[in-house]
């Protein structure tokens, strides 16, 4: 495999560099992170949560592997994975990030991708739940997977050529000071018919679709926004159930509308998402 460990750690109380030293990322301070054994490294400090446990639950993650596992979103890894390599140099090592990586489906097909391609990665993959990084952990142990958070990334400035958002809660300004000039985000949001069919069974009414934002985050130059679509057929009430629980609506619906949709056994899906370029503009 064309995957190399990340090697551009930052100590999340510090920011000094991180090296690996036996199973621990160690700085210059003498701070000390363990390597657990199931491969992942805890750089999420206690002083810095929000709750005792916070992200998705290990219920959610995973109905997340399951769903995802199963290739009903094929298409959007395929999409990222093309944008992501496209351009690159043949003999170059490129730094890529998964921020909020979940259970780290999107950054194992980007590496298959790239084995494909004769492309080198070096991959992290980060999420504040600490039962995500655990199933990507267990899934693959080539990409460096760590707990932490979006807001503070344990990442030194400017070493990233490209970061991977995924559905997640972008953080522009430490998205911009941990891409290199030149750098590329890839953000990728749900379009307004995304799952419309399954949020007309659980809703009374859905609210009008927000004109998509077209402005250029400070940092950056915004690029194409490229729409995949297509359908899906889901059969059997857990495979539905698996798809629900791994979306906000589970938490948005009402009891009667949670109801309806555990009565389904079968249900055809418009998947719709917009994957916006944003290229890491020069200075600030």
Known sequence: MNIFPFQALACPLDGEPLHRVGA?????????????????????????????????????VAARRRFLNAGHYAPIAAAVARATLADLPAVAVTTCLDAGCGEGYYLRQLAAAAEREGQTLALLGLDISKWAVLAAAKQDKLPTWVVGSNAALPVLPGTLDRVLCMFGFPVYAEFARVLAPGGLLLQVDSGSDHLRELREIIYPSLKPPREPDASSPEGFARGKTECVQYSIEIAGVEP?????????????????????????????????????????????
């Open 24 to 60: 621990s990322f160690v700085c210059a301070s003498g701070h000390c992170f363990d390597v657990a054994s199931q491969g992942y490294t805890n750089l999420l400090p206690v002083q810095k949560k929000r709750s005792l446990d916070p992200g998705d639950s290990k219920e959610m």
């Open 240 to 284: 539905i159930a698996d798809l629900l629980a791994m979306t906000p609506h589970l938490y948005r619906a009402s009891a009667e509308g949670r109801a309806r949709a555990a009565a389904l056994t079968e249900i055809t899906l418009t998947v719709d998402v917009r994957l916006t370029h944003f290229l890491r503009t020069a200075g600030r």
